[in-house]
């Protein structure tokens, strides 16, 4: 038994080291159908004696059994933005400001592709890969790793040695332009709608439930940084090649500069050589390489300091308008969406652009057959940029805004300082009505388990008209459609019943107020405790509230003008939805703490008592503020355990009081009630030890 046990890892081993040489060195060691035996006699093995596979053995990358939804965890280190620059002044201004902020000693930028994709964050604990987690909203993401595990390039399994016991690795999920291709062609052939761009595709892949249909399209990954680990090298270039070593995917596309010309010259050559790279690049990241260096130089409220994205020119092609559809959106907005001859953007064929709204059309003189200038604008979404006129064909229609609902027929409305033109039937037209339960239904708002098809079929066989109509829905109702039996129909109906149960905040969202977005709604939530008290308010009273314009304001106030949503809420009421707010959801109580009033506080490291975010709540609680960086207005810092080294060595240099877990609790002693957070209560990591890339 034992000999076999050895012999199983040792085709586990060689299996990894040829899928590492094919899908990651592009060079392989051995004929794919010597390669195949050496899987079928492990798959024969593993059959043989079932009590010896392993999560990590190659026969494991696609599963035989469906996921039935993904699961949210959080980030341990959150995923947050960086800063975007277009133009090689502000590429100089960013390399200025770092070498002044660092005392104009030398430092080392590390320029890399950015790669657009989905990013991920892999978890390998002892070498194994345990868990693959999407950016989500930066905070929490879906667990993926069932369909992760399918991905070729993404070892199981790390190789070589000295990789921390938990390692993390960001990076980016990409499909191929040639798998994109190969796809798009394939769906043509069965009739099916293609895939926009090759982001999207890898985007909708991810996050198919099947595993099998995910190994089937072929994904890639490449990965950019490590969080945290600082029993690493210092150096994110070295830390790059540490992970290129332990079998994971690393562009070779990096280069350490140590001037500005070295920067601009890597900008200037990867301009021209994008366009034959196998996957979509968008950009250059700009990172300063020393971690210790990064740390000093801190974050923004929203990104590092010490890193940048050049953004690539968009690139342009000409092509021909044949028509133009005019589509209705959830809040009524007519958007006109041009049909083109296809032609080739960064390596995807455009068939569609958007034209904006009638004021846009208008200012091209828009006429059916123009040859136009199309260009993606961020290398995602297509756009009409100019037009030849000068080529136009005598007799050419005049492209012309509707002036009734291409929907439903109903009179179209522009109000004064607006761009759009809305759909006056709110409550019966169909594409707003499907795309407002679309919107309610979100995982952000109501959190019901269905697809935009599944809403369009119930639609259609007339068992929901709008939202209310969720509620009314019963099993029997669904076994009569098609593609549900008693399992899926059970499971839907359950959703829709736990979304009763939602925090109100995620509800008002999900009523889709217009400009009522996720932080709008949290602050209203804060300030009225229902949907009926916040029916009754003011624009005057609205606008007292922060970030609370009187756009907003007014928005909110028609809403509840309206008898049709009065009628509708009221039915959502009657259906058993108490849109009120929930006990976790109740404001803190801000009493006066002569010690916190007023004063800046800046929290970094590891707590063991609470979660940062229970520490910033505490603080605010008392009066405080936070912040994200150390500065001279600074007043206190928070220090937990692992907190950087640079960091603490400003605050120290700048006499800011350092206050340990302990020291601070005991400061602030019972005044502080007890905080209620949506977040996991496990210990969150530092700021300087983030780092995101999209």
């Known amino acids: 038994m034992e000999r076999i046990e050895e012999h199983i890892e040792e085709l ?120 693959a987690i999407t950016r989500g909203d930066g905070t929490m993401g879906d667990d993926v790793t069932k369909n992760v595990r399918t991905i070729r390039s993404i070892p199981l399994r790390l190789q070589g040695t000295g990789w921390p016991d938990e390692l993390e690795m960001r990076g980016e999920i990409l499909l191929p332009f040639a798998e994109f291709d190969r796809i798009n062609a394939a769906r043509a052939a069965e009739g099916l709608p293609l895939f926009a761009n090759p982001r999207n595709a890898a985007s909708g892949t991810l996050k198919q439930l ?51 010309e070295a920067i601009l010259e890597f900008l200037d050559r990867w301009e021209v050589a994008r366009h034959q790279a196998p996957v979509a690049t968008d950009g250059v990241v700009l990172k300063v390489d020393s971690i210790a260096e990064q740390e000093e130089l801190g974050y923004t409220a929203k990104s590092p300091r010490w890193a940048i994205a050049y953004k690539f020119a968009a690139e342009q092609a000409k092509t021909t308008l044949r028509s133009v559809d005019f589509q209705v959106g959830r809040t009524g907005a007519v958007t006109p969406v041009a049909n083109l001859d296809a032609v080739s953007l ?42 030849a006129s000068e080529e136009r064909q005598p007799g050419a229609a005049l492209v012309l805004f509707p002036s009734h609902c291409p929907a439903c027929g109903a009179p ?53 008209k709008n939202i209310a109509d969720l509620y009314r829905l019963s099993v029997e109702d669904l076994l009569g459609l098609p593609g549900f039996q008693q399992r899926s129909a059970s499971r839907l109906v359950e959703s829709i019943a736990a979304s009763k149960e939602r925090p109100l905040r995620a509800l008002l969202f999900g009523l889709g107020i217009r400009f009522v977005g996720e932080t709008v709604a949290k602050t209203l939530v804060r300030y009225y405790p229902s949907v009926d008290a916040l029916s009754k308010a003011s624009v005057e009273e609205l606008t007292q509230l922060p970030d ?14 309206s008898e049709d949503n009065c009628r509708f809420i009221a039915e959502l009421h009657a259906l058993g939805l108490a849109l009120q707010r929930l006990p976790e959801e109740e404001p803190l109580e801000v009493k006066a703490h002569a010690e916190i009033e007023g004063k800046s506080f800046v929290i970094s490291g590891v707590f063991t008592q609470h979660s940062r975010e229970e520490y910033k709540q505490m603080i605010e609680s008392l009066g405080g ?70």
């Open 548 to 561: 609370i314009g009187k756009v907003i304001a007014q928005s909110v106030v028609d809403f509840f003008a």
């Open 412 to 464: 179209l409305h522009r109000s004064e300082g607006e761009a759009a033109y809305y759909c006056t039937n709110q409550m019966g037209c169909p594409p707003q009505q499907t795309a407002r339960i679309e919107h309610y239904a979100g995982r952000k708002a109501a959190d019901i388990r269905i697809g935009e098809e599944t809403i369009a079929l119930l639609f259609e066989h007339g068992l929901v």
């Open 346 to 387: 960064s390596g995807t064929q455009v068939r569609r652009a958007s034209l904006h709204n009638a004021d846009f059309i208008a200012s091209f003189d828009l006429h059916l057959g123009d040859q136009v200038f199309v260009e993606k604008g961020g290398e995602i979404i297509p756009k009409i940029v100019g037009v």
């Open 12 to 131: 586990r081993r060689a299996i990894a080291q040829h899928e590492h040489a094919y899908y990651v060195l592009s060079s392989p060691t051995i004929s794919d159908y010597d390669f195949d035996q050496l899987v079928k006699e492990l798959e024969a093995l593993e059959q043989q004696h079932p009590e010896l596979v392993t999560p990590d053995s190659p026969t494991q990358r696609v599963g035989s059994d469906s996921t039935e939804g993904f699961v949210q965890v959080a980030h341990r280190y959150p995923m947050l933005s960086l800063g975007n620059t277009y133009s090689y002044e502000e590429v100089e201004a960013f390399y200025q400001r770092v070498e002044k902020e660092l005392g104009g000693k030398r430092f080392t930028i590390d320029a890399e592709l950015k790669y657009d994709g989905l990013s991920i964050s892999l978890i390998y604990e002892q070498g194994r890969l345990t868990q």
């Open 210 to 260: 099947d595993p099998e249909v995910v190994a089937e399209r072929r994904l890639d990954a490449y990965f950019y940084y490590v969080p945290a680990h600082p029993e690493l090298p210092d150096s994110h270039y070295e830390r790059l090649e540490l992970c290129r070593s332990w079998g994971l995917k690393v562009s070779h596309a990096i280069q350490q500069c140590t001037s500005l």
């Open 625 to 694: 503020k936070n912040s994200s960086s150390i500065s001279s207005k600074t007043d206190y810092v928070l220090a937990g355990a692992n907190m950087g080294p640079a960091k603490l060595a400003k605050a120290e240099q700048l006499g800011i009081t350092i206050l340990s877990e302990k020291d601070f609790l005991e400061l602030i002693g019972s005044a502080a009630p007890t905080p209620s957070v949506d977040e996991p209560t496990t210990a969150a990591s530092p700021v300087e030890d983030l780092f995101p890339l999209t």
